[in-house]
């Protein structure tokens, strides 16, 4: 069968002005143990690329920059 | 893993299954709150349970609670002082789960006004509070000589972070002994490539089935069929679904390392609820509470039963089981204690302070 994609929002929100991946930084990346952070290789900045958050926040206490915030995901609110 | 390098594993059948808070995914820690006057309480504030300690006995009374109509089962903690609640929301919102304040926060949730709302967990293999996982002895040794098992996974009950550690630390001591005596083994070249193929084989296709899809089926056909009070009829049908699914794994298909990562785990989740069917058909009987009941086998049967269940593949490939004698106990457990975990339901329910 054909693979299709579908729409979801973001529960881990990045702040472009702050987030510095630009200079390299790849700490939320590094961090998350599930592996759902990545940086926009034409941005240079971070974002959530799967949905699968545990909202477990190194990602979030680990910014060097104060660039991360995890928000609970919505089905879970 | 353990399983597939042919190591035996005990008592799957033990499954644990914990009290989280609904909604959540972590603990209510009642037995964080418990020394300071939190309790676990049904939808009239009483106490129902004479400990709050996580056992397959706890989880049969959560259980009973909620088919009683006196659900949902809560963790209470508004009876308590403002400062004794200060410091339970300072120890809970910063320490296991810190995004914990938040969820309750969005749904207004103070444990000054309102309780915690808990549910029942599906199941797992875990022997943090259950008896199951990859047979060890007392050097962590497995059944396999040299592979050694330490933590959640290795069949030693109750021992959490600190036991996990010391475990490690007796595990690592006794490899090094060993490994100082043997060579490296000789390994087979082709096993070597088959094993790589079947590992990259999803990223070798472009249409068929994702991960999370498998993965959700699998956990669904878990959570229909195996979940207790355990039903013969039931936990066959999960072994047929279960074994379609595995002739759709050929379909399977990863586009980056993090669906292959996925696309492996869903794997490893398959082989569990196939080794969680087998292991609670094995055993013809109920025991450890909710965690073993049998709707087909509901009374203990210690003459056939008090032994530990092995579960291997055999030189077929095929999964098979026996039983292991229990080791006497080290310490001498009086009657009368080993009864307690049986009276754990409050003989008169009293009201809330």
């Known amino acids: ?77 | 893993m353990a399983y597939h390098a042919g190591a035996e594993l005990a008592n799957l059948e033990c499954y644990q299954i914990n009290p989280l808070i609904k909604d959540y995914n972590g603990p209510s820690c009642a037995y964080v709150t418990g020394p300071f006057g939190g309790f676990t309480a049904n939808n009239k504030g009483d106490r129902f349970i004479e400990c709050d300690y996580w056992s397959g006995q706890m989880m049969l009374e959560f259980w009973r609670e909620l088919q009683s109509g006196n659900g949902p089962v809560y963790l209470k903690m508004d009876h308590l002082a403002e400062e004794t609640i200060s410091e339970i929301e300072t120890i809970l919102h910063t320490n296991e789960r810190p995004s914990r304040g938040r969820f309750h926060e969005r749904r207004g949730n103070d444990y000054r006004k309102r309780p915690v709302e808990m549910h029942i967990s599906e199941i797992g293999f875990c022997s943090g509070h259950s008896a199951s996982g990859v047979w060890v002895d007392e050097n962590a040794r497995t059944t396999i000589p040299g592979l050694y098992a330490v933590g959640d996974m290795a069949s030693v009950p109750h021992n959490y972070m600190l036991g996990a550690f010391v475990n490690g630390g007796i595990a690592g001591a006794d490899a090094a002994e060993y490994c100082a005596n043997v060579d490296l083994a000789a390994f087979d070249e082709g096993y070597l490539a088959a094993e790589k193929e079947r590992v990259l084989a999803p990223t070798r296709r472009s249409d068929g089935l994702t991960p999370h899809e498998m993965e959700f089926k699998t956990r669904r056909l878990v959570n229909d069929y195996l979940e207790p009070p355990k039903v013969t009829a039931k936990m066959e049908i999960a072994q047929r679904r279960f074994a379609e699914i595995r002739e759709d794994l050929n379909e399977l298909c990863a586009s980056d390392p993090h669906e292959l990562l996925r696309a492996l785990e869903m794997q490893t989740i398959l082989d569990c609820a196939d080794m969680a069917a087998a292991a609670s058909l094995y055993r013809t009987e109920s025991r450890w509470g909710f965690y073993h009941l049998r709707v087909d086998h509901p009374q203990t049967d210690d003459e056939n039963w008090y032994c530990h269940t092995m579960l291997y593949k055999d030189e077929n490939g095929r999964m098979s089981h026996r039983k292991r004698e229990i080791d006497p106990y080290v310490v001498p457990v009086e009657a009368e204690e080993m009864a307690a975990y049986h009276q754990l339901r409050v003989k008169t329910p009293q009201a809330a302070e």
């Open chain 1, 1 to 77: 069968m054909p693979i299709i994609t579908q729409s979801k929002s973001a529960a881990v929100v990045i702040d472009d002005a702050k987030c510095i991946a630009e200079k390299g930084c790849t700490v939320c990346v590094d961090v998350c143990p599930l592996d759902i952070l990545a940086i926009d290789e034409g941005r240079k900045k971070a974002f959530m690329k799967y949905d699968e958050c545990w909202y477990c926040m190194p990602c979030e206490a680990d910014c060097p920059t104060g660039a991360v915030k995890v928000n609970i995901p919505y089905l879970l609110r």
